[in-house]
């Protein structure tokens, strides 16, 4: 598998996870890239805040999400790509990310 990076676990809201002993939490690989993929759609698509739930929404969500994927270099290629609401204000992101020789399964929740 190629080196995806590391770094502090963050939760959904983007606050660092501590565990029981008081340790922050650490990402690394796959999880480390979801990570920074979804901060930056977080970033990105916060500007249709409240309108994520609208069909109409979805594809320009699509696009928006592979292209912020495809300028990750760690990120070879998009396969794909479908977003679609799950509660009020919040979306899934499914993308298959092609990363070396692996085709891996990011799911991002924002």
Known sequence: MA???SGISLDSTLDL???ETGDIGYEQGTSELEKDLAFRMIRNLD?????RNQPEYMK???IL???IARADDRVDDVVSVSARPVES???????ELQ????TLEAVIQI
């Open 47 to 51: 500007r249709i805040r409240g309108f």
């Open 89 to 95: 204000d919040e979306m899934e992101i499914v993308m």
């Open 99 to 102: 990363v070396g020789d692996e």
């Open 17 to 19: 996870v501590i565990d």
């Open 3 to 5: 080196d995806l990076g």
């Open 60 to 62: 320009d969500v699509e």
């Open 65 to 67: 999400a592979a292209r």
